[in-house]
């Protein structure tokens, strides 16, 4: 059985709970910091959840012994969240610098659209018909209704 | 068997083009693939008709057990027959009729004709589900035409719904059929039927799609109402083809199913019922064509009830009457259409005196009436005689005194209705609207007479058709007054009486109601059910959409997060995981970094600037990085180390447009208590999720098996090893991801900068007058002025040199510094070299593609900082998106290559060389891999600082932002702008 790790377990919910935080929040800006932090906690999470850590798992002249040395599949799979976030986080920040260009401020308003959906009520699903089509002259079915 | 079914696909695809060149002939050219069916369908039917069968398969996707089998027994080839004769003589009939919309109807029809004799093939659950929500398909794109009427919109709608619904329902039925089978293959089904279990409740699924295909009530109400789309479509889907599916289906699993529960229950009781009642609605009608719908549905019902009922006398009568019907039904469809076309109308009230007028249609329409009142010597009389018998003397089923006094009824009333349709459409005297209506052409009436006829040779050929009978029903035992036989003769039997019975009460009964339809009682209305039902399942969507949809990003997030702590949250609780022993930490530097991560983190959510917000997450990116060195990744302390250094420079050189605060926050307090419960119940979950999955590891880790394998890699550095080898698909993926996030932040950047906005935001640019002139007079002419956008500016060569950065003298004097310069210009060589270093010696130590990517980088962010764009461009004389793209193209290339050379994609080997004085030198493939990745991530750096750096300085000469600080940078951009 392996041991669990405190301190991390604290860190990662601590930039969790930050993280979440932050993106709760109506400033594009701010939530561009969450993920930053999010992204932080989520690189952390990988490489404790990966176990043990040990010796940095790079062969000494020698293939094959790693024995004692930290899991290298979770630093591999880190590697490619932490290069993924910085291409995302620099998105993010041009979105909300695009915002602000747009609307003088970068907050994410609430959806008007959204909410008119909602509001429809009835669709005026009766359109007036076209001309009665001559080539195949279909007469109402349903004479008996 | 698969080349008649792309046969009808690949005409299907051609006629539209077709029909511009030849016009009318198309219908010709498509009747061509169904009559080809009918004709190799013949071909076959000696030996299937003998017990035989022919099997096709198509591996498609063998590992996932999916394969198209076809077989071909005589229920298919009897269904073969019926679907492609009578497609190919209504694709004929439709030569005269069809005047609009020729090509694609064709082809739909051709298609639709490919689909049904791919239903009726099929040996595979899955095979026939494609194919039957094909026909459904098809029905719908038929029966709504063009579109431009609000009825057929509707019609079509209501089909589609209808039998789709009953599609899937039926799909769940043959998975959990499938499932109690171990097998898809309806034959393997067939010939072992599964017991027991969930049987019942497929059977109870199965049934209900094919009942809401084959029109069975509640489910019909679909079919009279497609009664909108042209003549031939219903002639030939909601008549003869596509309603049969249903019918088929039951026949197919009636010989493995008959015996389960709920399977006689259902056919007999829906299907007579069904008979009854769509009968006596057919009554009522006075629109011909409605009336034969309702007589379809009528004798849908029969059909269900006789194939399903599973012996051997009701299998025979269903067989007979599905030929029967088949053949008349189109027959009378096809007559009204004629009817329609010449008078314009196809009303009872209105038609009058038409069979004087048209006698040879006349003739044909009686004989295929006579055939659907079952008198002798028609095939429908036969079918008659057969299902008498069947329930007569069918002691083997339940209450079969009751069923068959039902079937009498039923029976009466189908006399009652065809007597009426033949009086309603052709007697009477000769009217206005006769005296109006043009002859038809004998080509126009051919289809009529062959189908008719067909009942009537059928009929008297009783030996042919008892052949094709007694090849379907030899599945089942005899029952107990032995094999039954066809026959028109039978000799004064009980049966025959009642056969004469039914033809007097249903003459009796049309005397009786004469033209009084309003008499015959009205039944409840299925058609307002079906509507209410769509009406509320649409305000149910608008009451949910408002209940959910509030356009406000935190509440869903809030949404999101508060479902992720409950439910994972419950299931963590509900496992409860043991625990190991707790380590406080791995080493005595942790509680340290840990401190400064979570200090500085905390800090972001109080700090009121942007740019403190960022540098603190820097400083936790850095407090991070520190972690993860002292938990043994090298790799990953090293790239998070300089990836943390280019995302603040980035973030910054954004930032310096923004405004240095926050927008002032309009948050409520409610909703900020809110939010800090439900973060901090996210928090709480995740550190115990990493609590648990610290200690989560009872088998040993995969990557021990890397180790193993370093050594076919040429590396020593495992991560790096994984990078490029082992997982080299992931880093494809990545790198993509990169390049993409890299071009869509550089076009959110530039997009409406300098030219785009003045399209887009007057008011913003209120400071861009000035633009076009500005940008003439500056001292970048030759850089500035007709440089293509996109690109950084050239450098010139030819000033003397006499600065330490050759771009360098653009900027103002003001702000250069000569110790930076210097420095810059020594180190910039260094630091490539640094870069070049890590990329090829992260095979063995810490380092790699990234790494030296984003040292190199910064070389270049060193120089931008310090020399300004200009000598940027001198750094860098290709474009960035070049570099990015030869990066992506590298590596992806070097992952394909081993495909050419007979490997597979991603294969690396280590090739070894002996120069002359280095040695041995070994090489593997994949550093080629990484110098892809290594390119791709310098391309994607030099793109951000080109689009944050370069355009948002220009942007900031040409229109400054609304409130823009007045920081120095921007006085750069003014500075550039003037004359030096």
């Not at chain 2, 229950?265 to 019922?273: E, F, H, K, R, S």
């Not at chain 2, 007054?481 to 009460?505: I, K, M, R």
Request: glycine share 12%; charged share 15%; hydrophobic share 50%.
């Amino acid at each position: 059985m392996n041991r669990i790790d405190v301190t991390m377990s604290l860190v990662v919910g601590g930039l969790f709970a930050i993280g979440f935080h932050l993106m709760l929040q109506r400033s594009l800006m701010r939530i561009v910091l969450g993920f930053v932090l999010l992204g932080h906690g989520t690189n952390l999470l990988l490489l404790v959840a990966g176990g043990t850590p040990g010796r940095s798992p790079v062969l000494d002249g020698e293939h094959g012994d790693a024995t004692g040395t930290a899991d290298p599949l979770p630093q591999a799979m880190a590697l490619t969240s932490i290069v993924i976030t910085f291409g995302l986080t620099a998105f993010l920040v041009a979105l909300a610098y695009r915002s602000w260009r747009l609307s003088g401020h970068d907050e994410v308003r609430d959806d008007v659209e959204d909410r008119r959906i909602g509001t429809v009520r009835e669709r005026d699903d009766t359109e007036p018909a076209p001309e009665p089509d001559r080539s195949t002259r279909v007469t109402t079915p349903g004479g008996d209704r | 068997m698969l080349f008649l079914l792309a046969a009808h696909a690949g005409f299907a695809a051609v006629l539209p083009r077709w029909q511009r060149r030849i016009g009318r002939t198309v219908w010709i050219v498509a009747a061509l693939v169904p009559l080809a069916v009918v004709a190799w369908a013949s071909t076959r039917a000696a030996r299937v008709l003998e017990g035989g069968e022919y099997r096709e398969s198509l591996s498609w996707a063998p590992s996932l057990g999916l394969t198209v089998d076809l077989r071909l027994d005589a229920l298919s080839l009897l269904m073969l027959w019926i679907v492609a004769g009578v497609g190919g003589l209504v694709l004929l009939y439709c030569r005269y009729y069809v005047e609009r919309d020729a090509g694609s109807r064709a082809a739909l029809l051709v298609a639709f004709a490919g689909a049904m004799a791919g239903l009726v093939l099929a040996d595979n659950l899955f095979v026939l589900y494609v194919f039957w929500e094909l026909t459904t398909v098809a029905s719908f794109l038929l029966i709504q035409g063009r579109g431009e009427k609000d009825e057929e919109r509707r019609a079509a709608r209501q089909a589609l719904l209808v039998t789709a619904a009953g599609g899937l329902v039926m799909l769940l039925g043959f998975v959990v059929l499938g499932e109690a089978a171990g097998t898809y293959r309806i034959s393997e089904i067939l010939a072992d039927p599964p017991r027991g279990g969930a049987v019942p409740a497929a059977v109870v699924l199965v049934l209900i799609g094919a009942f809401a295909k084959s029109a069975q009530m509640p489910l019909h109400g679909w079919l009279p109402a497609a009664m909108v789309a042209p003549t031939p479509v219903s002639a030939y889907l909601h008549a003869a083809a596509m309603v049969k599916a249903g019918v088929y289906l039951v026949a197919r699993l009636a010989p493995a199913l008959a015996e389960t529960g709920p399977w006689r229950p259902m056919v007999l009781g829906v299907g007579l019922t069904t008979m009854v009642l769509a009968a006596w609605r057919a009554l009522r009608a006075t629109d011909l064509k409605l009336l034969l719908a309702y007589g379809t549905v009528s004798e849908l019902g029969l059909l269900v009830a006789l194939l399903g009922a599973g012996t051997r006398t009701t299998a025979i009568a269903g067989t007979v009457m599905l030929l029967a019907h088949a053949a008349f039904k189109a027959a009378l469809f096809l007559t009204v259409g004629i009817l329609d076309h010449q008078a314009g109308t196809r009303d009872i009230r209105e038609l009058s005196g038409m069979g004087r007028r048209m006698p040879a249609l006349f003739a044909a329409a009686a004989l295929a009436t006579a055939s659907m009142a079952g008198l002798p010597p028609l095939v429908g009389y036969l079918g008659k005689e057969a299902y008498a018998e069947a329930f007569l003397h069918g002691t083997e089923l339940p209450v079969h005194g009751l069923l068959t006094v039902v079937l009498l009824t039923g029976s009466a009333l189908t006399v009652a209705y065809a007597v009426r349709f033949l009086h309603g459409a052709f007697g009477g005297r000769p009217g206005e609207v006769a005296e109006r209506a043009e002859r038809p052409e004998p080509g126009f009436v051919a289809p009529v007479a062959v189908l008719a006829g067909a009942g009537l040779v059928l009929g008297l050929g009783y030996g042919a058709t008892a052949a094709v009978a007694n090849a379907y029903a030899g599945v089942y035992p005899p029952g107990p007054h032995g094999p039954y036989e066809l026959s028109l003769w039978h000799g004064f039997t009980a049966v025959l009486g009642l056969s004469a019975l039914t033809l007097v009460l249903g003459c009796v009964l049309h005397v009786l109601l004469g033209r009084r339809v309003r008499a015959v009682p009205r039944l409840p209305e299925v058609q307002r059910v079906f509507d209410r039902v769509v009406a509320s399942v649409n305000r149910l969507a608008v009451t949910v959409a408002r209940r959910t949809q509030a356009g406000s990003l935190p509440l869903y997030l809030t949404v999101l997060l508060a479902t992720v702590v409950v439910v994972p949250g419950a299931a963590l609780v509900s496992e409860v995981p043991s625990l190991g022993s707790p380590q406080p930490w791995w080493s005595p530097v942790e509680p340290f970094l840990a401190v400064v991560v979570l200090t500085a983190a905390a800090a972001v959510v109080f700090t009121r600037h942007r740019l403190t917000g960022i540098l603190l997450a820097g400083a936790v990116g850095y407090a991070v990085a520190g972690v993860f060195l002292v938990r043994g990744a090298p790799d990953l302390a090293l790239t998070q180390f300089l990836v943390e250094t280019m995302t603040l420079v980035v973030v910054a050189l954004v930032l310096r447009r923004m405004p240095a605060r926050f927008s002032p926050g309009r948050t409520v307090n409610r909703m900020r208590s809110v939010r800090l419960v439900v973060a901090g119940a996210a928090g709480v979950l995740v550190t115990c999720f990493t609590l648990v999955a610290s200690a989560a590891r009872t088998e040993p880790p995969v990557s021990e098996g890397y180790a193993h394998h370093t050594s076919e890699t040429g590396a020593y550095n495992i991560v790096n090893a994984i990078v490029v080898d082992f997982r080299a698909l992931d880093t494809l993926g990545e790198i993509a991801v990169v390049l993409v996030a890299a071009v869509g932040t550089v076009s959110l950047v530039r997009v409406g900068g300098r030219d785009g906005a003045k399209a887009s935001g007057g008011a913003e640019d209120s400071g861009a007058a000035g633009d076009p002139s500005g940008a003439g007079n500056t001292g970048e002419t030759d850089a500035g002025g007709g440089r293509p956008r996109g690109r950084f500016p050239t450098a010139r060569w030819d000033e003397p040199v006499q600065t330490w950065l050759p771009g360098a003298g653009e900027r103002p004097g003001g702000e250069r510094s000569v110790l930076l310069e210097v420095a810059t210009r020594l180190l910039f060589p260094s630091i490539l070299v640094l870069s070049l270093f890590l990329l090829f010696s992260g095979h063995y130590r810490p380092g790699g593609g990234f790494a030296g990517g984003l040292v190199a980088g910064q070389a270049f962010v060193l120089r931008y900082l310090v020399g300004g764009r200009a000598d940027l461009g001198a750094a860098v004389r290709v474009s960035a998106s070049a570099v990015a793209g030869a990066g992506l193209l590298l590596a992806a290339g070097v992952a394909l290559l081993p495909l050419l050379l007979g490997g597979a994609p991603l294969e690396g080997t280590v090739l070894t060389f002996r120069p002359p004085v280095l040695g041995e030198v070994k090489l593997a493939t994949s550093l080629f891999f990484d110098i892809g990745v290594y390119l791709l991530v310098i391309g994607a750096t030099l793109q951000l600082l080109s689009a944050v750096g370069v355009s948002l300085s220009l942007d900031g000469t040409a229109s400054d932002g609304p409130t823009a600080a007045g920081d120095d940078e921007e006085e750069d951009a003014k500075k550039e702008g003037s004359p030096r």
